[in-house]
């Protein structure tokens, strides 16, 4: 009787730690979700910034040139009125 109860008692401690790796794999594939999750979060964030940036330099690179055709449209008369003296 006591090989028996030994026995049962191995087998017991065996599921049971099978239980537990059962869990800690659940564990594992929630965190890994969570990483993929955040990891996905932080690229559209980065993204975003980014095009932000894009834009914000676009729009100073418009700003620029709209403000050198200005000065280009200032000087033409300047030079044509400097040259017919």
């Known amino acids: 009787m006591e090989q028996t109860e030994k026995l049962l008692i191995g087998i017991e401690n065996v599921l049971r730690i ?4 059962i869990n800690e794999m659940a ?24 095009n932000e940036k894009f834009l914000s330099l ?3 690179n418009v700003v620029c040139v709209k403000q050198q055709r200005f000065y280009i449209e200032k000087k033409k008369p ?5 040259e017919k003296p």
């Open 18 to 21: 099978a239980n537990e790796l």
């Open 78 to 82: 300047l030079k044509k009125s400097e």
């Open 58 to 60: 676009l729009w100073i």
């Open 27 to 50: 564990d594992l594939q929630a965190m890994k979700e969570d990483y993929i999750r955040l990891k996905e979060q932080l690229f559209l964030i980065n993204l975003q910034e980014l």
